[in-house]
T-cell receptor
Framework: GESVGLHLPTLSVQEGDNSIINCAYS??????FIWYKQESGKGPQFIID?????DKRQGQRVTVLLNKTVKHLSLQIAATQPGDSAVYFC????????????FGAGTRLFVKA | ETGVTQTPRHLVMGMTNKKSLKCEQH?????MYWYKQSAKKPLELMFV???????ENNSVPSRFSPECPNSSHLFLHLHTLQPEDSALYLC?????????????FGSGTQLSVL
């Protein structure tokens, strides 16, 4: 039969606008969270991380927010640029018989010039 | 460049072939990983090595056989694969496994099994 690919959520934003990418994580015991960016033809690259004892962390043009109550993570990108077009993954690091980094499904960001 | 190099970038193999994927990291890290990325599923952890010792096998079929001769090199030996094994295979390294592990990925090997 016909194969069905993973249907990634897609966010389309205008260049210069702010982007917000959301992620729900699964394990309430996870204590470290990371956002990765994957451009076409490349592997995922680290963007920013946050520990569970924080609820906000800022980097250069990026901010990560963590809401442990509802197990929600978000990545905010300020003044989005065409080079920000990529797939963004949230990941959680938790101890389930050994620490593992588990990735979410990803969100595809399109930036319109 | 991320400091993690994977070869080959592309590989086409038949189901009866034997091939190997290679990964080398120049970051001085002690942990190395294999992940599988397919069109149908998110990034799936396959194997983890910490100081050359395998610490994780995520229920991977035996037709995938990892090898880690030292902390800088990681191989994935492939034999009698199935078409559903076609995917992007990503190698990563980190300073160590455990809490707060930050992964550095290579560009992957795009594998097609015919």
């Amino acid at each position: 039969g016909e194969s069905v690919g993973l249907h990634l959520p897609t966010l389309s934003v205008q260049e210069g606008d702010n982007s917000i990418i959301n992620c729900a994580y699964s394990n309430s015991a996870s204590d470290y969270f990371i956002w990765y960016k994957q451009e076409s033809g490349k592997g995922p690259q680290f963007i920013i991380d946050i520990r569970s004892n924080m609820d906000k962390r800022q980097g250069q043009r990026v901010t990560v927010l963590l809401n442990k109550t509802v197990k929600h993570l978000s990545l905010q990108i300020a003044a989005t640029q065409p080079g920000d077009s990529a797939v963004y993954f949230c990941a959680e690091n938790s101890n389930g018989g050994g620490f593992k980094t588990i990735f979410g499904a990803g969100t595809r960001l399109f930036v319109k010039a | 460049e991320t400091g993690v190099t994977q070869t080959p970038r592309h590989l086409v193999m038949g189901m009866t072939n034997k091939k190997s994927l290679k990964c080398e990291q120049h970051l001085g890290h002690n942990a190395m990983y294999w992940y599988k990325q397919s069109a149908k599923k998110p990034l799936e952890l396959m194997f983890v090595y910490n100081f050359k010792e395998q610490t994780e096998n995520n229920s991977v079929p035996s037709r995938f056989s990892p090898e880690c001769p030292n902390s800088s090199h990681l191989f994935l030996h492939l034999h009698t694969l199935q078409p559903e094994d076609s995917a992007l295979y990503l190698c990563a390294s980190s300073p160590k496994t455990g809490p707060s592990e930050k992964l550095f990925f290579g560009s992957g090997t795009q594998l097609s099994v015919l």
